[in-house]
């Protein structure tokens, strides 16, 4: 049976092509879809309806690259230079790693993102079986791959290439479609080139998309010029690898050359900034990227890095740290920032059909509670939900047409019991004992 929706009198940014915004402004919903905005249809019945009196409401953000289970590394590796975090700190800790601590993580990690505001994410780590479900009980969408190395199948975590694929093959059109699967080697880096190439192959003959890291410092541009003679972005379109659909995340050090196969690749690259200037990584100028209408996305990164997975706190350290850095003012207007956190990703990651509130649009849409000091006055929404809205203001989550969250309860998950489980999951995998830690607080 169809479950309709109403939400009544709520202000609307639409994020449409003219970047409509409507005060006091009624949405309906007809099963998945958006079948009208601005008025209700005559005689349309709602099952339910929420009272959008002083909330404003916006597309969903689409979370373009994280690593969800990574939650459990939250606060373990702190004030440490990108290398020695990534080798001293994670792989250490990773090591460990174990089905189970993927669930509660990914789980964790679902909360926290339904939380602030989120309905879908581009996820890439290990034991992926264990996100799907999470992505399946939650109902949020998501893009998930399996990280592989190529170095021998006793490097690999949980699963070699054919793994990948056979992961893939499970999870194809489950969860009512709102699990969508790429191929990931985890960067230029650190797989080898016949690696790469057999993903490219395979992408192509299956029609997946590609998700990897990519040039995140100079010392990689460096290397990659030395071992292969091309930039890391070069290295890759000479190996096919941007023949189809590619999420490229970070992409700190680009040449304009790389720039042009970017843009001419239709390459989507993914924004992270929290964790560039946490690791003191030199962020990128984005007006390079979209001056040549590069799709650029934004998504959190991993918590170990950045320390949570609130969307709304990377878009404000998005529009900040580009005027910053820049020093300009202009970089990155409120309303380039939120579609980049929208409609930019849930294009590189499959769903196109979301990131616009309109007719005929999937009913993946945030609710904000506007009703609250640093929100007033609404001179302006858009500056007000990029500057000032937080995670916590978000007051509904809505995805293909499905509560998630209303008013401070999350509807599709056990919370109480997630925070117990991953906690203790968290503590085994670094070795510690949870009774010291609470001896200690207590
Ligand atoms: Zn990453």
Redesign the pocket.
């Known amino acids: 049976m169809t479950n309709n929706l109403l939400i009544k009198n709520s202000d609307i940014v639409t994020l449409d092509e003219q970047g409509t915004i409507l005060r006091n402004a009624n949405i309906a919903i007809e099963g998945k879809t958006i079948t009208a905005v601005g008025d209700a249809p005559p005689g349309f019945q709602a099952d339910e309806v929420i009272d959008g009196y002083n909330h404003v409401a916006l597309p969903g953000f689409f979370n373009a690259?994280?690593?969800a289970p990574m939650t459990f590394e939250r606060g373990w590796a702190e004030d440490l230079p990108f290398p020695r975090w990534l080798n001293e700190k994670i792989w250490v800790a990773e090591s460990a790693l174990t089905p189970d601590d993927v669930y509660w993580g990914a789980a964790l990690a679902a909360c926290e993102m339904i939380r602030s505001g989120s309905v879908a994410f581009n996820d890439h780590y290990f034991y992926m079986d264990r996100v799907a479900e999470v992505v399946e009980a939650s109902g949020m969408k998501a893009t998930l791959t399996w990280c592989v190395f190529g170095l021998g199948d006793d490097k690999e975590v949980g699963a070699n290439l054919n793994g990948t694929l056979a992961f893939i093959d499970r999870w194809r059109g489950k969860a009512d479609g709102r699990i969508r699967l790429s191929l990931d080697p985890h960067s230029p880096y650190v797989c080898p080139p016949d690696l790469l190439r057999r993903v490219a192959a395979l992408a192509a003959e299956r029609g997946l998309s590609v998700h990897l890291?990519v040039a995140e410092s100079q010392e990689q541009v460096d290397r990659s010029l030395a071992e292969h003679g091309k930039t890391p972005v070069a290295y890759l379109e000479s190996l096919s690898f941007f023949d189809g659909p590619c999420v490229a995340?970070h992409c700190l050090r680009v040449t304009d050359d790389d720039l042009g196969i970017l843009a001419r690749r239709k390459v989507t690259v993914a924004h992270?900034p929290i964790t560039y200037m946490k690791l003191a990584m030199p962020a990128n100028d984005l007006s390079r990227f979209t001056a040549r209408s590069i799709n650029v996305a934004i998504g959190t990164?991993?918590p170990g890095s950045n320390s949570d997975m609130d969307m709304p706190a990377q878009i404000r350290q998005t529009a900040i740290l580009q005027k910053y850095d820049q020093r300009n003012p202009e970089a990155v207007p409120g309303d380039t920032a939120l579609r980049m956190a929208t409609q930019n990703g849930a294009r590189a990651m499959g769903f196109a059909a979301s990131g616009v509130i309109a007719p005929g649009r999937a009913a993946d849409i945030t609710l904000f509670d506007f009703d609250k000091p640093h929100l007033c006055p609404r001179h302006n929404l858009i500056a007000n939900l990029v500057h000032s809205a937080k995670g916590s203001d978000v007051s509904h989550v809505i995805v293909d047409g499905k509560l998630l969250y209303r008013d401070g309860e999350l509807l599709t998950l056990d919370e109480d019991k997630i925070l117990r489980e991953a906690e203790s999951h968290a503590f085994r995998m670094v070795g510690t004992e949870m009774r010291q830690v609470r001896k200690y607080t207590s």
């Open positions: 690259h994280c690593h890291h995340a992270t990164d991993g």
